[in-house]
């Protein structure tokens, strides 16, 4: 899934000099990171001079440099007053050796911007990340937080540099556009479905036992189908279908026919339950008896 918007530019892929300081040609990029960069840019104080937000991404490269998988990203503190740019590099590496503590295995891999694109002070930040990742060229994320609802995309572009000319100023660079494209697991498809969702009504809440009964009665009507459709079946009238009596045999197949042994596990659950709840009961009296005594005892020590 693409998530840069639609560019006419025409990436050129050069023979360099050596593989490892070859431009990446594809950033990948979880949905995790871009919902990180939009709540700290959602953080962002309205008094502060600095229009954007920025941060440092986390992720691995393919073997070969040509792909930039991004995991993660924090954010770093910064201050910009006009061509005056301060980096809290203190906080950036505390951050880095934090993360290396917790078993992280993401390195630097770039920086992210809360910005639609790149302006003249983002080639200086791009200098300072890219002796972080050094000997790989740093990448840059650009999201767009004030794209309309009409516009394509999610607003997010990927770029790196390139030097221009024969200085190795940071001002003599230029920044080249890099397709970018998200990358989910199954398992998170759920949350994006649900992010993506529009926002249900309101409903007002209703009584437990209302609600019970409810469901109740949709369960029972759901039944009613099964039966019906079971009945037909066997009786000649309808064409019977592989699927639907696979669904019926599996959940047939959860419950156990004696009706006995049914009542039996919900009587244990409940006893399990009761004495859950007396143990914990009984810990938390015992902790606050402890207090008490210990509080009890210091007048007497200090005599």
């Not at 910005?115 to 000997?135: D, G, L, M, R, W």
């Amino acid at each position: 899934m693409s998530l840069d918007t639609s560019s006419s530019a025409i990436h050129l892929q050069l023979p360099p000099t050596s593989s490892s300081l070859r431009p990446p040609s594809q950033i990948t990029v979880h949905p995790s990171v871009i919902a990180q960069i939009l709540t700290h840019h959602s953080r962002h104080s309205a008094d502060s001079e600095s229009t954007r937000v920025i941060g440092a991404l986390m992720g691995n490269r393919s073997d070969n440099g040509q792909e930039v998988d991004i995991r993660s990203c924090f954010a770093v503190p910064h201050t910009e007053q006009g061509q005056q740019i301060s980096v809290d590099r203190p906080f950036q590496q505390d951050m880095v050796n934090f993360l290396a503590k917790n078993g992280t295995k993401e390195v630097i891999v770039g920086w992210y911007a809360s910005q639609k694109t790149v302006n003249s002070n983002s080639a200086i930040i791009q200098e300072y990340f890219s002796f972080e990742t050094n000997p790989y060229p740093a990448v840059h994320l650009t999201v767009d937080t004030d794209i309309e609802e009409s516009g394509k995309g999610l607003g997010v572009k990927g770029w790196v540099s390139q030097p221009l000319g024969l200085t190795s100023k940071s001002e003599c660079s230029v920044f080249v556009p890099v397709p970018v494209s998200i990358k989910y697991a199954d398992s998170e498809r759920a949350a994006l479905d649900l992010l993506t969702a529009p926002q249900p009504t309101p409903s007002p809440a209703l009584p437990p036992l209302p609600t019970l009964s409810n469901s109740l009665s949709q369960l029972s009507s759901l039944i009613d189908q099964c039966l019906a459709y079971v009945q037909s079946v066997n009786n000649g009238s309808q064409t019977p279908d592989v699927e639907i009596g696979r669904y019926l045999l599996e959940g047939l197949g959860r419950w156990s026919a004696s009706g006995n042994e049914d009542e039996g596990g919900v009587k244990a659950g409940l006893q399990d339950t009761l004495t859950v709840e007396y143990l914990s009961s009984l810990v938390r009296s015992q902790v606050e008896l402890a207090g008490r005594l210990s509080l009890l005892q210091q007048p007497v020590a200090q005599q």
